[in-house]
């Protein structure tokens, strides 16, 4: 079936260094890539997302790139803080249906 | 983006019975979707909450053990039935508000003894 992938499933990184978290996907056609942020004991929020026509977005400290070729996505954070530590999802939209299949998560903890 | 409120937060229930999630969109929208995280787990479809028709059901879901309702376009209703330990998890509702764009409920905790 289809299947996303994320890596790594855990990731520490000092206050100020960047963060990267990569997905792959199955499903070739695609069209849609979230990420959301969940903290603990809160909902997941969306934060960027990137569609199949765009290689690459950007949002102030956040930036989502697209090889569709490959079929990986990546969610880039920079000079990051304390507040970003939480678990990020991807999630690739499946085949036109609206529906999502999302990663297993990334805990990201940033080290003050 | 929209505003989502689930009903309710927090349950904690006895195996057998049944518990019935509410969730509620203060506009319309297109699609509305039920999710189950397990603890320290990912998201998981349960079905498409389809506004005057049958639900659509995820592999390994299915209608008698999570009854859905969508009566209009800003609320919808999932049912979990007949429960068991196995089934303590948190369910979330998301909605659709533009072409792909998906945004969550709060979550209903649900803990079955």
């Keep these: 079936g289809e299947n996303v992938e994320q890596h790594p499933s855990t990731l520490s990184v000092q206050e100020g260094d960047s963060a990267v978290i990569k997905c792959t996907y199955s499903d070739s056609a695609s069209n849609y890539f979230p990420w959301y942020k969940q903290e603990l004991g809160k909902r997941p929020q969306l934060i960027i997302d990137i569609r199949s026509n765009v290689g690459e977005k950007k949002d102030q400290r956040i930036a989502v790139t697209l090889n569709k070729t490959a079929k990986h996505f990546s969610l880039h954070i920079t000079e990051t803080q304390p507040e970003d530590s939480a678990v990020y999802f991807c999630a690739a939209e499946f085949s036109g249906t609206y529906k999502y299949i999302f990663g297993t998560g990334t805990r990201l903890k940033v080290l003050a | ?113």
Aim: net charge neutral.
């Design chain 2, 1 to 113: 983006s929209a505003v989502i409120s689930q009903k309710p937060s927090r349950d904690i229930c006895q195996r057998g019975t049944s518990l019935t999630i509410q969730c509620q969109v203060d506009s319309q929208v297109t699609m509305m979707f039920w999710y189950r995280q397990q603890p320290g787990q990912s998201l998981t479809l349960i079905a498409t909450a389809n506004q005057g028709s049958e639900a659509t059901y995820e592999s390994g879901f299915v209608i008698d053990k999570f009854p859905i309702s969508r009566p209009n376009l800003t609320f919808s209703t999932l049912t979990v039935s007949n429960m068991s330990p196995e089934d303590s998890s948190i369910y979330l509702c998301s909605v659709a508000t533009g072409v792909y764009e998906q945004y969550f409920g709060p979550g209903t905790r649900l803990t079955v003894t």
